[in-house]
């Protein structure tokens, strides 16, 4: 049972920084994930808490106290890498006992964790298999519970999906949840996938450039990103610059068409100038009297289709439509648009920080 904490974290590689200021606390127990597109300081920072990188300022403290100065052994730490990383001789339960050898732990003991953490991840029936003879999946099951079966302070996993193919993804996800909770092991989890990070944290921190944008649970990230760069990457969003006025102490947004959007209960009361108005498709819906606009195309996803439409003024809007039609939009149709306004975020449009 670990609590985690990092302060004003700095790392630098030759001179250019790759982790500014970084503060994070994780929670006994939490599955806690760093999303963030490529090069953005994910494996770094993970690399920091688990010790395998000099840190040029700040602490790293495990229930309180600083391991600075712990080597990585010390550190009492799981690790799942993107590659799997088994020994290609051993057996799946050669590879997980493995582990544990360099730990005291008596022959009927260590037989027991075995058994448990291969059944943990579903593969205890192939404890026998070379990794040769495993699926990538099922070798990554392996890894995982070579992870698990040292009963470590904090497991660490960095893309432990990216190597499988998209629905073996997605069954891992399962996986690695039920194992992580069952467990209850403190978990810093690194993707740059998105959707994953929602699935299966409970808490997301998103990085960009080294630099924490904003730290919360998924619905909280998704509904009310902090800035810009946030409601951009994680979920699909539209992003219209709009102005905002002050009249008679409201604050109303024109998003064009005669529709005006009155935002005083949500925004900064003192606000006023250029706006960049943040829209999810499923805020969007096509209806009778709204802003004009022309389809552009309509993509058909089975459960839903995704539907491209273009404005008056060029800017294009995507929305989603569940209905299932005899037919779909066509190129050129014309089309009204309007939003759910419960479901818009504003950004400031100089510095893309949120003004709600
Ligand atoms: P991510 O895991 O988010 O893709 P990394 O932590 O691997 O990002 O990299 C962050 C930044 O640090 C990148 O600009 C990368 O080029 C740089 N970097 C990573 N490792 C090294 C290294 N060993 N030497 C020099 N630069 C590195
Ligand atoms: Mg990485």
Redesign the pocket.
């Known amino acids: 049972m670990t609590k985690i904490a990092l302060r004003s974290l700095r790392k630098e ?2 001179g ?1 920084v ?1 982790i500014e200021d970084l503060s994070l606390e994780i929670e006994d127990g939490e599955f806690f994930t760093l999303l ?12 920091m808490i688990a010790g395998f990188n000099s840190i040029e300022s700040g602490t790293i403290a495990f229930d309180g106290v600083p391991v600075n100065d712990q080597p990585p052994a010390d550190r009492n730490i799981g690790m799942v890498f993107q590659n799997y990383a088994l020994f290609p001789h051993m057996t799946a339960a050669k590879n997980v006992v493995f582990g544990l050898e360099t730990r005291s732990v008596g022959r009927p003991e260590s037989e027991r964790r075995v058994q448990e953490a291969l059944a943990s991840v579903h593969m205890d029936h192939l404890r026998d298999r070379l990794p040769g003879q495993m699926s990538g999946g099922q070798q990554q099951r392996v890894a995982l519970a070579r992870a698990l079966v040292i009963q470590p302070a904090v497991l660490l996993m ?1 893309e432990p999906l990216s190597n499988l193919d998209a629905k073996l993804r997605v069954e891992m996800r399962d996986t690695i949840k039920d194992a992580q909770r069952k467990a209850g092991i403190t978990t810093v989890y ?1 993707t ?1 996938d998105q959707e994953e990070a929602m699935a299966v944290s409970d808490r997301i921190a998103i ?1 960009n450039l ?1 630099v924490v944008q904003q730290v919360g649970p998924p619905s909280e990230i998704y509904r009310n990103p902090a800035n810009r760069f946030v409601a951009e990457f994680i979920g699909k969003t539209n992003l219209l610059q709009r102005v905002l006025t002050l009249k008679d102490g409201a604050s109303l947004v024109d998003m064009g068409d005669g529709a005006v959007i009155d935002v005083s209960s949500v925004i900064d009361p003192t606000f006023s100038g250029p706006v960049i108005v943040s829209i999810r498709p499923e805020a969007v819906a096509a209806a009778a009297d709204g802003l004009k606009a022309e389809i552009v195309d309509e993509t058909f996803l089975g459960s839903h289709s995704q539907v491209r439409a273009q404005l008056d003024n060029g800017e294009l809007v995507e929305f989603l439509e569940f209905s299932h039609r005899a037919s779909l939009w066509r190129k050129g149709e014309k089309v009204s648009l309007t939003f759910n306004s419960e479901m818009l975020t504003f950004f400031d449009a100089s510095t893309g920080h949120s003004i709600m």
């Open positions: 590689y030759n250019q790759a963030g597109p490529s090069g953005c300081g994910k494996t770094t920072l993970l690399r960095d690194v740059h990085m080294g």
